[in-house]
């Protein structure tokens, strides 16, 4: 039953991306992409996008779309409600324990494990969107094949990111801009 | 102590500025502490300024969406299990709205090639914030000089992107050496002290 299904897969998705944000994404990628095929690499890269503009954190935005695109609105519904959950119970259990004994301590030694490891996880599933949006997902076969635009186009926008520290989203959508400019005068040269 | 009389009013009210906080945090994640903090510690005057800094390290080391788990917290705190659940859905409903119309929208037009320029330019300026973030994270792994969490670091980066090793398995084996070294740095603290 699809519905169960998009439950189950967003309540692991909530329930294993501890780190807020991007810790989503590597749980999104073993969930939706590898385990179920809900969606291709390349809707995948377009998510991460789309939710960059639209409020709300990547995983429920993830989980609405996919929702969405597998049952519809109710597919949405149940999908965002699977992600949520988890977060919902853990955190008023903490929430529970913190207001009896005000101490932090015991959670603290497993957050020094887990955070090197979620930094891994965020640094592979970012790597597996820059390879889609260079070279569309695999490494190229010969230089021919490299989009000189794009790399200037993330070399552009990695040192707007670094130098001027502005919100990403203007960032994103600069990038998108100079994406469509190019397409016209792409289009404008091969014309001539 | 802030005692606050749970009314149908503080129920709406706990909706609405959920919900009108949840609306305009583009992006997710952090963005949302300094907007709560606004409308919770200084205009509301709900939480304390240090209870706040204290939901954002519960918020951070509990599972799933940051914005979601300091919600959660900020209903509880003031209006118990179904303030906490009022929260919840104020902060999830924006996001749900938005991206039902926004998937609508990219169903009808991504194939149209304008479109799809815009997404492919995009993508690659998401590429670029997503190195930021990850330089920024691993400066912040680096600086601590703990040679645990660097190994831990490279290990896991291996295991998930060479190795397909399943994430909830790096997780556990992670948090399981964190807890034992935490566990046997106190050891060795209590018996320096004797």
Same mark, same amino acid.
């Given at each position: 039953?699809?519905?169960? #299904?998009?439950?189950?897969?967003? +309540?692991?998705?909530?329930?294993?991306?501890?780190?807020?944000?991007?810790? %989503?994404?590597? #749980?999104?990628?073993? #969930?939706?992409?590898?385990?179920?095929?809900?969606?291709?690499?390349?809707?995948?890269?377009?998510?991460?996008?789309?939710?960059?503009?639209?409020?709300?954190?990547?995983?429920?935005?993830? %989980?609405?779309?996919?929702?969405?695109?597998?049952?519809?609105?109710?597919?949405?519904?149940?999908?965002?409600?699977?992600?949520?959950?988890?977060?919902?119970?853990?955190?008023?259990?903490?929430?529970? +324990?913190?207001?009896?004994?005000?101490?932090?301590?015991?959670?603290?030694?497993?957050?020094?494990?887990?955070?090197?490891?979620?930094?891994?996880?965020?640094?592979?599933?970012?790597?597996?969107?820059?390879? *889609? %949006? *260079?070279?569309?997902?695999?490494?190229?076969?010969?230089?021919?094949?490299?989009?000189?635009?794009?790399?200037?186009?993330?070399?552009?926008?990695?040192?707007?990111?670094?130098? +001027?520290?502005?919100?990403?989203? +203007?960032?994103?959508?600069?990038?998108?801009? %100079?994406?469509?400019?190019?397409?016209?005068?792409?289009?404008?040269?091969? *014309?001539? | 102590?802030?005692?606050?009389?749970?009314?149908?009013?503080?129920?709406?009210?706990?909706?609405?500025?959920?919900?009108?906080?949840?609306?305009?945090?583009?992006?997710?994640?952090?963005?949302?502490?300094?907007?709560?903090?606004?409308?919770?510690?200084?205009?509301?005057?709900?939480?304390?300024?240090?209870?706040?800094?204290?939901?954002?390290?519960?918020?951070?080391?509990?599972?799933?969406?940051?914005?979601?788990?300091?919600?959660?917290?900020?209903?509880?705190?003031?209006?118990?299990?179904?303030?906490?659940?009022?929260?919840?859905?104020?902060?999830?409903?924006?996001?749900?709205?938005?991206?039902?119309?926004?998937?609508?929208?990219?169903?009808?037009?991504?194939?149209?090639?304008?479109?799809?320029?815009?997404?492919?330019?995009?993508?690659?300026?998401?590429?670029?914030?997503?190195?930021?973030?990850?330089?920024?994270?691993?400066?912040?792994?680096?600086?601590? &000089?703990?040679?645990?969490?660097?190994?831990?670091?490279?290990?896991?980066?291996?295991?998930?992107?060479?190795?397909?090793?399943?994430?909830?398995?790096?997780?556990?084996?992670?948090?399981?050496?964190?807890?034992?070294?935490?566990?046997?740095?106190? &050891?060795?603290?209590?018996?320096?002290? &004797?």
């Amino acid at each position: 039953m699809i519905y169960l #299904q998009l439950f189950f897969s967003f +309540f692991q998705v909530g329930l294993f991306s501890i780190g807020g944000g991007y810790a %989503a994404l590597p #749980q999104i990628q073993s #969930q939706v992409i590898t385990a179920r095929g809900w969606l291709t690499l390349s809707e995948f890269a377009d998510v991460v996008t789309m939710s960059q503009m639209t409020p709300g954190p990547i995983a429920i935005n993830a %989980a609405t779309f996919v929702g969405m695109k597998v049952a519809g609105f109710s597919g949405a519904v149940v999908s965002t409600v699977g992600c949520v959950l988890p977060s919902i119970i853990i955190v008023m259990i903490l929430a529970y +324990f913190y207001t009896k004994y005000n101490d932090l301590k015991g959670v603290q030694g497993m957050l020094n494990g887990l955070r090197p490891a979620v930094v891994a996880m965020i640094a592979s599933a970012s790597l597996v969107v820059l390879l *889609l %949006a *260079l070279f569309d997902g695999t490494l190229p076969q010969s230089v021919a094949e490299v989009s000189l635009i794009s790399i200037l186009l993330l070399v552009v926008c990695f040192l707007l990111l670094r130098i +001027f520290k502005p919100n990403p989203i +203007f960032v994103i959508l600069g990038a998108g801009t %100079a994406g469509v400019g190019w397409y016209f005068v792409d289009k404008l040269l091969t *014309l001539t | 102590m802030i005692s606050i009389k749970r009314t149908r009013d503080l129920y709406l009210k706990l909706f609405l500025s959920t919900f009108s906080i949840s609306a305009f945090t583009f992006g997710g994640g952090y963005v949302i502490i300094p907007l709560m903090r606004k409308k919770y510690v200084e205009k509301l005057k709900w939480i304390e300024e240090k209870e706040m800094l204290n939901f954002v390290a519960i918020a951070q080391s509990a599972p799933g969406p940051i914005a979601v788990n300091a919600s959660v917290l900020v209903g509880y705190k003031i209006a118990g299990v179904l303030g906490a659940l009022v929260t919840a859905f104020g902060t999830v409903l924006p996001p749900l709205l938005v991206m039902s119309a926004v998937f609508l929208l990219y169903a009808s037009f991504r194939d149209n090639p304008v479109v799809n320029a815009a997404m492919l330019g995009m993508r690659v300026g998401v590429a670029a914030v997503l190195i930021d973030v990850v330089i920024t994270m691993t400066k912040g792994i680096v600086k601590e &000089k703990n040679i645990l969490s660097l190994i831990i670091m490279i290990v896991a980066f291996i295991a998930v992107y060479f190795f397909n090793v399943h994430i909830f398995v790096i997780l556990a084996v992670s948090a399981a050496l964190g807890v034992f070294a935490t566990l046997y740095k106190s &050891k060795q603290k209590g018996g320096a002290v &004797k």
